[in-house]
């Protein structure tokens, strides 16, 4: 779904680094959500956001923050990387509907 | 929160025979139950999904059933074929635009 873009696809870090994935859409959607997926745990969602003012945390905020630079915006940021953040991260939307629409996904590693 | 359990976490099925994969959810406020196919190395993309006032609903060789007494909710997939073969999640909701809570995926294989 070309729609929905994350940047980069794929990272390899180190420990203490400041790393921010991005994620843009034009689908016009105002809901967007970050989540991470690890083998064996499915998708946890890291933050969500229904509007540029409106942030919300999920269930594994712990170590990350995000911002809504604009609708079609929304970044994570990992302010010291650590290496249990290795993992796969999508960004998803959501519009009027109920159906999310997922990212590629980017692939990060943390040594 | 909701806590959504998916089971079992790896199935294998003969190609042409039937497929089911099961989840329960544990918030009675959940309304809204998606299941979503991520294929290797790809995104998850949405292939059925079900609401709290429809009990079954089918599109070709997918169908999801939802029984909300019980709390549980299951993907069935019928003749299966080799390109079935995919991790599939379920996820519960409620409320529009509220967060997904998705269960821990089910890796399917077809053999040929």
């Not at chain 1, 994350?6 to 989540?35: A, F, V």
């Not at chain 1, 010291?80 to 997922?102: H, K, M, V, W």
């Not at chain 2, 060789?61 to 599939?88: C, G, M, W």
Request: aromatic share 10%; glycine share 8%; with cysteine.
């Amino acid at each position: 779904d070309a729609d929905v873009t994350q940047t980069p696809r794929n990272r390899i870090t180190k420990t203490g680094k400041r790393i921010m994935l991005e994620c843009s859409q034009t689908k016009g959607h105002d809901r967007m959500y970050w989540y991470r997926q690890d083998p064996g745990l499915g998708l946890r969602l890291i933050y969500y956001s229904f509007d540029v003012k409106d942030i919300n945390k999920g269930e594994i905020s712990d170590g990350y923050s995000v911002s809504r630079q604009a609708q079609a915006k929304f970044s994570l940021s990992l302010e010291s990387a650590i290496p249990n953040q290795t993992a796969l991260y999508f960004c998803a939307t959501r519009g009027t509907e109920d159906t999310q629409y997922f990212g590629p996904g980017t692939r990060l590693t943390v040594l | 929160g909701e806590n959504v359990e998916q089971h079992p976490s790896t199935l294998s099925v003969q190609e042409g025979d039937s497929a089911v994969i099961k989840c329960t959810y544990s918030d009675s406020a959940s309304n809204y139950f998606p299941w979503y196919k991520q294929e290797l190395g790809k995104r998850p993309q949405l292939i059925i999904d079900i609401r709290s006032n429809v009990g079954e609903k089918k599109d070709q060789r997918i169908a999801v059933t939802l029984n909300k007494t019980a709390k549980h909710f299951s993907l069935h997939i019928t003749e299966t074929q080799p390109e079935d073969s995919a991790v599939y999640f379920c996820a519960a909701s409620w409320g529009h635009g509220n967060q997904f809570y998705f269960g821990t995926g089910t890796s399917l294989t077809v053999i040929p």
